[in-house]
């Protein structure tokens, strides 16, 4: 069994292929593709996944569902939806905070970890995550005044990791974007059918009345 894993919630845009044969623990990454690329994820995924092996083509697929940019939530959630669609492939969403959490545990096994991403308007997206990978508090779109009164954590993961650490004084820091080829390491019940976007905060734009 092959597995497409899609990350396009910030300004990063990867894709992983893993393979999972039957009494497998664990899935092997067969190949991956990671760009810092700001903006362009729209032209640049499709051509990233059709430079995997065999295409990309599998029999499921893991999805970003946020938070993160609009556009590029959307973005990885349509290619999603038309690719499992298209192979008859099982499709199932993960939260973009709780990857980068993950990728964190990678390296400083076992320990909780406030992961603190790029947000809008000058604010950042913040959630807190215990040892064992699960939340243990909602995600927010925060200042980032209120983002170091509110986090606690000794290790500090994400975008803006290293202006929080800089801000509390008291912590370490691992500055890095989410990477699909660390999809495995989230737990399993945080992934979910539902492949909705999780947004930070409420539309810069609201439809007329």
């Known amino acids: 069994m092959r597995i497409l894993a899609i990350e396009t919630a910030t300004e990063a845009c990867s894709v992983a292929l893993f393979e999972q044969d039957a009494g497998d623990d664990e899935p092997s990454l067969l190949a991956h593709d990671h760009r810092v ?84 308007h000058g604010e950042w997206y913040c959630q807190s995550f215990g040892n064992d990978g699960q939340p243990t508090g909602s995600h927010a779109s925060s200042t980032p005044e209120a983002a170091a009164r509110q986090s606690t954590a000794g290790l500090i993961a994400g975008t803006q990791a290293d202006a929080l650490a800089v801000l509390r004084n008291d912590a370490e820091a691992l500055n890095f974007h989410p990477d699909a080829r660390h999809a495995f390491a989230i737990p399993q019940s945080l992934f979910t059918a539902d492949v909705s976007p999780i947004y930070g905060r409420a539309p810069d734009a609201k439809p007329a009345a």
């Open 37 to 120: 690329l700001g903006r362009g994820h729209a032209e640049r995924l499709v051509p990233m996944i059709a430079g995997l092996p065999d295409r990309g083509k599998s029999s499921r697929v893991f999805v970003s569902r946020g938070p993160g940019s609009f556009t590029g939530v959307r973005i990885g959630i349509a290619a999603a939806r038309a690719l499992a669609f298209a192979w008859g492939a099982t499709l199932a969403g993960y939260p973009t905070l709780a990857l980068v959490a993950a990728m964190a545990r990678s390296q400083r096994p076992a320990t909780a970890v406030d992961v603190c991403m790029t947000g809008g």
